[in-house]
């Protein structure tokens, strides 16, 4: 079986995911400092409101996405989906895995966009 068959336009999908995922990563938790993982949940917040907390790091992923696709609606959509997934994550006592799960997709859904607009 050619594996490369996979990596599909001179490998612009699979390297776009992967980037997206290795941004999300970053993103996530090297530049998520601990107090910011504790007050973006509703009721947690102490320095600051939890949805300035939520909405900051939101913006850090939407900023990734709009920076590797070149596309900035593809960064508002995933701040937006981001801060859904995440404020859903405090309210919901969801588990880290289920959220990392809706985070991957998320990254699937704008590279699959890519492809189906025929921007890659």
């Known amino acids: 079986m050619n594996f490369v068959a ?3 336009i001179n490998g612009w999908p ?7 995922v290795f ?11 601990d107090k910011m993982a504790v007050e973006k949940c ?6 600051l409101p939890w949805y300035w907390w939520l909405t900051a790091h939101s913006a850090t992923h939407g900023l990734a996405v709009s920076l590797i696709t070149g596309i900035p609606l ?7 989906m981001h ?6 994550k405090c309210r919901f006592r ?3 895995a289920f959220d990392q799960a809706g985070h991957v ?13 025929r921007l890659l």
């Not at 941004?23 to 400092?33: E, G, I, K």
């Not at 593809?74 to 937006?80: A, D």
């Not at 997709?105 to 966009?113: E, N, R």
């Open 94 to 96: 969801l588990s880290l």
């Open 14 to 20: 699979i390297s776009i995911f992967l980037n997206l």
């Open 105 to 117: 997709l998320c990254k699937f859904l704008w590279v699959s966009l890519l492809v189906g607009l």
């Open 74 to 80: 593809f960064g508002i959509l995933e701040m937006g």
């Open 42 to 47: 509703p009721g947690r917040d102490v320095t």
């Open 23 to 33: 941004a999300h990563f970053l993103c996530d938790f090297a530049l998520q400092n």
């Open 83 to 88: 801060f859904l997934l995440d404020y859903s």
């Open 6 to 8: 996979l990596d599909t």
